[in-house]
């Protein structure tokens, strides 16, 4: 056990009600707070009081707590999960703060992200991105081939793993200064174009899930590098560049 | 499908497009730039290419027209993916830390970009239209000597030189994001050639805009 003194914060969070109401910062106050404990298990803390006081607890994803599942969100003082690189908010640490700070917490912000409620938001939109091309078809009749029968070169196992190590959490959309969804969408892109598998819808795959991306209102990226800046995955930059080429060439030889 | 609105109206597509008339630009930039400073040594030689470059009918009537285009397709693609992006993220967030994870360069290439279009405004009003009138409304014959004097007429007002050096500053901002995002953007990116991209892209964006500016010093300097 830590015997580090506990910290006193104020909180500003984002409070909204459903999708149609408008939505305001309210401000709280939370004392003695462990810097061992995870931010959400501060907001955990900050509900218990809320409910406590007999008020509405503040809504917010959260899932594994472990950062591999992608659930937890939160733009933390003006960053996708919070201050440092690589990391979760589940994963972030009241340590990273001060004692007497004061913490903007909003959900993240973007068209194709509406509020549910509170820091809730609804990420459907990666569902439907994924679903017009992020797969690849294969017969489960019995006699599929052994994967590991094709050869595959060892950057590219290596790269396309990178690349699907994606949680879909969508701080790269948070991040980005145009709530571009382009690093989620060319990682997975990435993680079929790299692998022999992927090949045989490659180009339908990127044409489908780009025109997806573009029907659910995502903005267009400027290499601004924000997203890969605080990516909780470090998924590169790489992948957008390959998407992009990946779409040029399927673009002009695709005949569909 | 994609293909069914085309390329070049998806998000990949026009971002494609602003890379390629920004490298067209570029290459433009640096051929204004290559003439430009011929002033500043021996005014023979800058009134000999700017008579080729202001009388040579393939310059005047194919490049010409191809450059307008280009800068005028560069700006309305900007204001419209701008107007798009903005749509993106209708709700602002209260707090942003932007510096933590891009440059301000790369986040606000629109103000670079409208101070630029400023100066062209400026630029077209001070040689481009008078040079059209002189030649094709007025009907003026060739004088293949006035260009160096009409140049020394401009740099002489403080003001204008001042406003020249604000917009080469912007210039050069604007050039620190966009030479190696309109690479990027095109997909060539590549482990050994991107690093000697962004180091050229550097001296690029540092060295031409502070070029224009020295030109536009050292004739203000000169009327003195």
Known sequence: MSTAKGLDLTLKVWRQKNQNDKGRMETYQVSDISPDSSFLEMMDILNEQLIEEGKEPVAFDHDCREGICGSCSMFINGRAHGPGKRVTTCQLHMRQFEDGDTIHIEPWRATAFPVIKDLVVDRSSFDRVMAAGGFISVNTSGNTQDANAIPVEKEDADNSFAAATCIGCGACVASCKNASAMLFVSAKVSQFALLPQGQVEAQDRVLNMVHQMDLEGFGNCTNTGACEAECPKGISLENIARMNREYLSAGITSEK | ?224
């Open chain 2, 1 to 224: 499908m994609a293909s069914k609105s085309g390329i070049f109206n998806s998000s990949i597509g026009r971002k494609v497009a602003m890379a390629l008339s920004a490298l067209f630009l570029i290459i433009f930039l640096l051929q204004h730039f290559s003439i430009n400073v011929t002033s500043t040594f021996s005014e023979e030689l800058f009134n000999e290419l700017s008579h080729f470059m202001g009388t040579n009918p393939l310059v005047q009537f194919a490049l010409q027209p191809i450059l307008i285009f280009g800068v005028v397709f560069h700006f309305i693609m900007g204001f419209v993916l701008e107007a798009r992006n903005r749509k993106a993220r209708a709700v602002k967030y209260v707090k942003t830390a932007g510096n933590a994870n891009s440059t301000w360069m790369s986040r606000n290439m629109i103000w670079s970009g409208l101070v630029i279009l400023a100066f062209l405004g400026l630029h077209f009003y001070d040689f481009w239209i008078p040079e059209m009138n002189y030649k094709y409304i007025q009907f003026n014959p060739a004088d293949p000597n006035r260009y160096y004097e009409e140049l020394l007429h401009k740099f002489e007002d403080p003001i204008r030189v001042f406003l020249y050096v604000i917009s080469f500053v912007l210039l050069s901002l604007h050039l620190l994001h966009g030479f190696q995002s309109a690479f990027q953007s095109l997909g060539a990116r590549h482990k050994k050639y991107t690093p000697v991209i962004k180091k050229l892209g550097n001296i690029y964006a540092i060295i031409i805009p502070a070029g224009f500016v020295f030109i536009a010093l050292f004739h203000y300097i000169n009327s003195l």
